[in-house]
């Protein structure tokens, strides 16, 4: 006989917290209608990927019915070989994105609190939500993260702290000494993942991306990416540099194969193209600051920024709010990046583009503030 249906159905339900979580929204990438678009918003290089890469990348369509290194083995040992590295301390990942993401899977439980800054990047909290610890949100100074305030938020619940260095969207950084108090202050079972994103691109003389600090202890772990100076960002390949134990852990949860075979010979030609990083870096180190040298003619500040990019600061008056500024660049088919979710209401942040895409957001800024 049938055994009784249920009374009610009832449809699966996520763990509790988990539909508490905002999803993370890209910032614009299309307008409607037809024509050409100057896109600034996300970071990207406006030189490209190397053509190396590309090449590397085709030559692997004779080999997509066969499944990648396991472990990413000829990036890994790519990696080390550039930076000086142990390549079995190198984990690498879709993007950075998944390997900070299985930090908070290895590391985070209900219970649990880990801390990120104040404007930092937005996967931070949605990692830690996701795995049912509680974000702790650490206030910054003149939009840079503060070591003091950081570690007054720390407790016997800690168990991670992000910091971006340098940080996206203000494009600030804390120096290497900075970073190393912070470190000496944290109790040892706080991991500190530093990310890097945007570490190529800094040229200051005080800076490091930490890689020294993670071979010296067991707590530190730097995450990289390729999606930034590199120009591979649809390729999704992120690197992290962690202790031994860490990258053990890592390595037990990760998927098998979570760098395809094409990203792993494109990484590889990359990273060994140093004429194009060169040129990258030096594109970038011209026009960060002319950029805001210019912008600050026509009445706009920018916050300074070691990065690709620069978070533009808008008057709080009616007609020229950041928010007026977006909807008359888009009539003009420009993007740059809305980010309010960043708690910058007033704010649109510019990455710095070819020249003829520099001039063309110039020219329409000129325009939108002079306008009555």
Not at 16 to 40: E, F, M, N, Q, R
Not at 182 to 193: E, Q, Y
Not at 265 to 282: C, L, N, P, R, S
Not at 361 to 371: H, I, Q, T, Y
Request: hydrophobic residues 45%; contains cysteine; aromatic residues 6%.
């Amino acid at each position: 006989m049938a055994a009784d249906a249920p009374s009610a159905r009832t449809a699966p339900a996520p763990r509790p917290g988990i539909l508490d979580i905002a999803s993370y929204v890209p910032g614009t990438s299309v307008l409607p209608g037809a024509g050409p678009i100057v896109k600034l918003s996300s970071n990207e290089t406006p030189l490209g990927p190397s053509p190396k890469a590309v090449e590397a990348y085709i030559d692997e369509a004779a080999r997509l019915a066969r499944y990648p290194d396991g472990s990413a083995r000829p990036l890994r040992e790519a990696l080390a070989a550039e930076h000086g590295l142990d390549p079995a301390r190198i984990v690498c990942g879709a993007g950075s994105d998944e390997l900070l993401n299985l930090l908070a899977v290895a590391y985070l439980g209900p219970g649990d609190e880990a801390i990120y800054t104040e404007h930092g990047f937005l996967v931070y909290k949605i990692a830690i939500l996701a795995h049912g610890a509680t974000p702790i949100v650490a206030p910054e100074t003149n939009r840079t993260a503060d070591v003091d305030a950081i570690l007054a938020l720390v407790t016997a619940r800690t168990r991670m702290l992000f910091l971006a260095n340098p940080n996206n969207p203000t494009g600030t950084y804390l120096p290497a000494a900075e970073i190393e108090r912070l470190h000496a202050s944290l109790p040892g079972h706080v991991v500190l993942v530093l990310d890097g994103a945007y570490a190529e691109y800094v040229r200051r003389d005080d800076y490091e991306a930490s890689a020294a600090l993670v071979a010296a202890n067991d707590n530190v772990v730097m995450t990289r990416t390729f999606s930034k100076i590199y120009g591979l960002a649809s390729l999704r390949i992120g690197w992290a540099y962690c202790p031994d134990a860490i990258a053990d852990t890592l390595n037990r949860i990760r998927g098998p194969f979570n760098v395809t075979g094409p990203s792993i010979a494109a990484g590889v030609a990359a990273v060994g193209d140093h004429a194009h990083m060169e040129a990258a870096v030096a594109h970038n180190e011209r026009w960060l600051p002319e950029m805001a040298m210019r912008l600050a003619g026509i009445g706009l500040t920018a916050t300074p920024s070691v990065a690709n990019f620069l978070l533009v600061h808008f008057p709080d008056t009616p007609g020229r709010t950041a928010r007026e500024a977006d909807a008359y660049l888009h009539q003009r088919r420009i993007i740059l990046r809305r980010v309010e979710e960043y708690g910058f209401p007033n704010a649109l942040r510019m990455t710095i583009g070819t020249e003829p895409e520099n001039v063309a957001v110039l020219d329409a800024l000129s325009a939108f503030m002079g306008a009555t």
